[in-house]
């Protein structure tokens, strides 16, 4: 089974500029999670889908991060400006969304580490 | 709301001993509680899961944890470390939640070194 899949995995951008993620999650799964580690920390959710609709974006900075997932399988994460504060690396997670309650194993893809300069 | 407090940054062992490694919890519900593994430049692997069974949770690779509801603690342990065993461990919580939000929050983590 192949696992979730992420692009580009490097990005180095300069401050003020654009930049966007892809996501693809694991086959079958309907609910998709964007996270944010900077380093030395633990992941920060960031976003959460259920199919193409937002469960939860309470911690998005929304003046200049945006996300989407049109047709419920693929996602892409926008930062538009950057900051140099965005340095980190983006995960994607998947699971199932099937349970409802939380027991759902989320499954992790390499991540994407942006340098804003 | 929820969060999780991992009590050591960095532990060290030597290969062949006992590892333990400290997390409690704070939830307002009933939490899911997890164990995740990073590996440098690897992705996040999970380890084990709680959620709300047996109490003691066997995971992969020799590990498992105890929920102790008293303490909030989910303690990891391993009997004999193996130097494979170096890596990142995060502790990491979900609540129930009946509208479907569960995201995971995370503990800082703890950096586990393998001294041979």
């Known amino acids: 089974e192949a696992g979730v899949a992420q692009s580009p995995r490097y990005k180095i951008i300069e401050k003020r500029q654009s930049v966007a993620f892809w996501c693809n999650p694991i086959?079958?799964?309907?609910?998709l999670y964007w996270y944010q580690q900077i380093l030395g920390q633990g992941p920060k959710l960031l976003i959460q889908?259920?199919?193409?609709?937002?469960?939860?974006d309470s911690q998005l900075p929304k003046d200049r991060f945006s996300a989407e997932r049109l047709k419920g399988v693929d996602s892409t994460l926008k930062i538009q400006p950057a900051k140099l504060e965005d340095s980190a690396v983006y995960l994607c997670a998947s699971s199932l969304g099937t349970s409802g309650a939380s027991t759902d194993t989320q499954y992790f893809g390499p991540g994407t580490r942006l340098t804003v300069l | 709301a929820q969060s999780v407090t991992q009590l050591d940054s960095h532990v060290s062992v030597s290969e062949g001993t006992p590892v333990l490694l400290r997390c409690n919890y704070s939830?307002?519900?009933?939490?899911?509680l997890f164990w995740y593994v990073q590996h440098p430049n690897k992705g996040l692997q999970l380890l084990l899961k709680?959620?709300?069974?047996?109490?003691l949770v066997k995971g992969i690779n020799g590990f498992e944890a105890e929920f102790k509801k008293s303490e909030t603690s989910f303690h990891l342990t391993k009997p004999s470390a193996h130097m494979s065993d170096a890596a990142e461990y995060f502790c990491v919580v979900s609540p129930y939640s009946g509208g479907g939000a569960d995201g995971l929050t995370f503990g800082k983590g703890t950096h586990l070194i393998i001294q041979p």
């Open positions: 889908f259920q199919n193409n609709g937002v469960v939860d």
């Open positions: 086959s079958g799964h309907a609910t």
């Open positions: 709680y959620t709300s069974a047996a109490t």
């Open positions: 939830s307002s519900y009933s939490p899911s």
